[in-house]
Each structure stands twice: as structure tokens, then as C-alpha cells.
């Protein structure tokens, strides 16, 4: 299935969290077309299963195994995993999230829902990170990919979540001054609205937000998945620290003051 053009990941290992479906298997459809064997995890071993089984259907390469990121044993099994499966571990990419919705009054919101998203969604890029490091400065080649949010760059409301996002882009800052000079890279993608099964259901709202993107449309998970390839590859070998929006324009163009003075 991999072309010449699209053989930017031959022989490299990859691990993604949070990957049994959405952004996260689309990253791992897209990796492994790519030449690359993909290590796909999740809390949910049945569809980290489903989204290895389709690649390999595909043609590609991948392997699935149970990886909770609050759970330090099962990540350190996954790094483990990777490396065994495909002979090193060259990427390495944070996915999995939590998000609890924000209680109508924030002084009502219970400290564990607080706890849980900063976990998951933090403290486990952290863990990943700790665990992978040695290999990826093994590979040579190494690349540490997180996805963020615009929740980390604007209010979009769910406080923790934001929180959590927001602290990506520093870890990413410094994980990528620590761990350039051993050559690995770390970077992040902040994604706007994406059409994921995370909005099954909420396709009126999925419109009504759809009209803020100055690109006219919400984000598919293939959106993505290409940023995080580009950042993963080495077409950014000289490109560490940063974060990348990839949200159709919506951080960058202030469009209800754009529409406000076209009113009347
Ligand atoms: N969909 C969006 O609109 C959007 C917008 C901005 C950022 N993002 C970010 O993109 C990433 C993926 O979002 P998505 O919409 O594809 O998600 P999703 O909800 O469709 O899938 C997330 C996956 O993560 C897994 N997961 C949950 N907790 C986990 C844990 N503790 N350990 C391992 N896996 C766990 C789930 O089982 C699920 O398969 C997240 O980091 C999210 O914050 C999404």
C-alpha cells in the first residue's frame, strides 16, 4: 500500500494512545500507510483490535495492545511492545484525553472530575513520555507528537480539560529543550472541532459551530492525522517546541467582531 512518495515512515515503530478510534486511529491509518508499524492502544482492547485488524487488512502493519496512560505498568508494557514488534520505537504520539462537561456552576464541580482530566489527559502524555524517552533517543530518529487543543489556547469552557491542554504546550516546551540535544523532537497539534464519535449525537451543534471556521467546516479526523505525519517525519526534522493549530482559522480570526461590524 506504501508508494515511494508516501514512504515517509519505513521502518519506524510507532505508538499511539487513545487510538481505538477518531483522531487517534485516523493517525494510525495514516502512519502506517505511510510505511510505519503501528502500535495502536487504548483503554478499550476491543477497538485498538478493530483499528490494527482494518490496517492490516489494508496492508499494513500494526499491532493492537490495552494501554491506559493513568497506569504506569501498562504504558511501560506498550513501549515494550513496540519495540519488540517492530525493532524500535521512532514515534511516539499523546492521544488520549479526558474531557468531563463543565458543571453550571464551577464552585459545584466535584475535585475527581478535576483530577481525572488533568490524568489522563496530562499527567498521561507525561507518563508516556518518561516511558518512551530511551528509545526514542535510541531510534535516532525520535519524535514525540501530542494532541492538544484550541481548549488550550482560548476559552472554549471545560475547565480542567483546558487546563490539562494548556499544560501540554508547556511540557512540550520543555520535554523539547531536554530532549533535543538527544535528538528527539516534541511538538504539539492543537485541533479546533473535529467530527469524531467524542460529538455522535451533537450534529446540530456540530453545524452551528461549523459557521465560526473561517474555513466553513469543522475538522475530520484525516485533518489531523496529516499535521501529526508532518510533524512526525522528518520534513520537520528542524522543527521541535512548537505548536501547530490546526482548527480551520478559528484561534486565529476573530469572526463574531468580524461579523458584528458587518452587521446593518
Ligand atoms: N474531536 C474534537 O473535536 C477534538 C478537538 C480538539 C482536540 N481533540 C483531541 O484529539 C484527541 C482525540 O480526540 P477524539 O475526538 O478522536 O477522541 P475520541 O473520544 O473519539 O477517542 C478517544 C479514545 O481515547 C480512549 N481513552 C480514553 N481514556 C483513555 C485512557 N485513560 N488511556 C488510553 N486511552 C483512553 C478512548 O477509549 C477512545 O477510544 C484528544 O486528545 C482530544 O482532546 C479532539
Not at 502500535?39 to 490496517?55: F, N, S
Not at 489494508?58 to 490495552?66: F, I, Y
Not at 533517543?137 to 507528537?145: E, L, P, Q, T
Not at 511540557?171 to 469524531?196: E, K, S
Request: with cysteine; proline share 3%; glycine share 12%.
Amino acid at each position: 500500500m506504501t508508494s515511494a512518495a508516501l514512504a515517509r515512515f519505513d521502518g519506524y515503530g510507532v505508538l499511539i494512545t487513545g487510538a481505538g478510534q477518531g483522531i487517534g486511529a485516523a493517525t494510525a491509518h495514516r502512519l502506517a500507510a505511510e510505511g510505519a508499524g503501528v502500535l495502536v492502544t487504548d483503554l478499550d482492547p476491543e477497538r485498538a483490535a478493530r483499528v490494527a485488524a482494518d490496517i492490516v487488512a489494508a496492508g499494513g502493519r500494526a499491532e493492537s495492545l490495552a494501554c491506559d496512560v493513568t497506569d504506569r505498568a501498562t504504558i511501560e508494557a506498550a513501549v515494550a511492545h513496540a519495540v519488540t514488534a517492530f525493532g524500535a520505537l521512532d514515534v511516539l504520539v499523546n492521544n488520549a484525553y479526558s474531557c468531563a462537561p463543565d458543571e453550571a456552576l464551577f464552585e459545584d464541580e466535584p475535585d475527581d472530575v478535576w483530577e481525572r482530566d488533568l490524568d489522563v489527559t496530562l499527567s498521561g502524555a507525561y507518563r508516556c513520555a518518561r516511558a518512551a524517552l530511551p528509545h526514542l533517543v535510541a531510534s535516532g530518529r525520535g519524535a514525540i507528537v501530542s494532541i492538544g487543543s484550541v481548549n488550550g489556547v482560548q476559552d472554549f469552557g471545560n475547565h480542567a480539560y483546558s487546563a490539562a491542554k494548556a499544560g501540554l504546550a508547556g511540557l512540550t516546551r520543555t520535554l523539547a529543550g531536554h530532549a533535543g540535544p538527544r535528538g528527539v523532537r516534541v511538538n504539539l497539534v492543537t485541533p479546533g472541532t473535529v467530527r469524531t464519535d467524542a460529538w455522535s449525537g451533537r450534529e446540530g451543534e456540530l453545524s452551528r459551530v461549523s459557521g465560526l471556521y473561517p474555513l466553513g467546516r469543522v475538522g475530520e479526523p484525516e485533518d489531523i492525522a496529516a499535521a501529526v505525519a508532518f510533524l512526525a517525519s522528518r520534513d520537520a526534522a528542524w522543527v521541535t517546541g512548537t505548536t501547530l493549530c490546526v482548527d480551520g482559522g478559528l484561534t486565529a480570526v476573530n469572526t463574531g467582531f468580524r461579523q458584528a461590524l458587518a452587521t446593518d
